[in-house]
């Protein structure tokens, strides 16, 4: 089995180092390639911090362990990972598995999920749980499950592109395009693996420019306020919480 790292690594240089530090311990079972371009919807709010110090690493620090790199500036972040998703399907991968610059898998965790998919062959695509830090690397919520390894060929179906973010087309042999939410998936159990995810962390600048992009990008939906009195992010819990009828999650604490 051949296993494509999908990596969307921008804006977090200083996370790049521990997120990868496992990895390689796997060059024989994955073949990795990458996107790190700034998103243009972050343009709109006029957030113009610059990133290049990603991409400049992942091209020379970690050339051996990247194939390819894509970096284009500015890009839109629902087709980012077109461009190292078709370098990784000529390959011949079996599946792609996402990884973002936020995301901290352990050995073990990686070993586990291999070992994970390898046991459910049947299965089309993957969620993943995450601990979804905030405001700093101490305190965490439950929950976030997004979907982030897919099968390049399942049954007659062929992994195609994505069209939004996380979420990918296939194309069956009349080119067909069929959403890959209609296919077998499952949730890999939080015994399996549980993953750090620190992408709400950051300084007052970053996490106020974060939650303006997620109300511009989910229009209007967030489910994080900045809360300028205590200069930290909170729960929204009337405007997302309440307003849409989802629980409101515990606070865990490390």
Not at 13 to 31: A, G, Q, R
Not at 158 to 175: A, P, Q, T, V
Request: hydrophobic fraction near 30%; charge should be negative; include cysteine.
């Amino acid at each position: 089995m051949k296993i494509g790292i999908l990596c969307n690594f921008y804006g977090f240089p200083h996370y790049l180092d521990n997120v990868l530090k496992d990895w390689p311990d796997f060059k024989s079972e994955c073949i990795f390639a990458a996107s790190s371009c700034k998103f243009d919807q972050y343009l709109n709010i006029n957030y113009l911090k610059e990133d290049q110090e990603t991409s400049f690493r992942l091209t020379t620090q970690y050339s051996d362990l990247f194939e390819y790199v894509y970096k284009d500036g500015i890009s839109n972040d629902s087709i980012v990972r077109n461009k190292p998703l078709e370098y990784l399907l000529s390959k011949g991968v079996d599946y792609i598995w996402l990884l973002d610059e936020d995301e901290f898998y352990s050995k073990n965790e990686i070993k586990n999920i291999i070992e994970y998919i390898k046991s459910e062959p049947f299965i089309t695509w993957f969620k993943i749980n995450f601990k979804n830090y905030f405001n700093d690397e101490s305190h965490w919520i439950d929950g976030f499950c997004p979907p982030r390894i897919f099968k390049a060929k399942s049954n007659n179906l062929s992994l195609s592109k994505f069209y939004y973010e996380n979420d990918i087309l296939y194309i069956d042999k009349d080119n067909k395009e069929i959403d890959y939410k209609n296919l077998s998936h499952l949730q890999i159990p939080r015994q399996v693996a549980h993953i750090k995810h620190y992408s709400w962390n950051g300084n007052e600048e970053f996490l106020k420019n974060k939650v303006k992009y997620q109300l511009l990008r989910y229009n209007g939906i967030c489910s994080y306020i900045w809360n300028e009195d205590h200069k930290k992010l909170e729960l929204n819990i009337n405007d997302y919480y309440n307003k849409y009828n989802i629980k409101i999650p515990t606070i865990y604490t490390d």
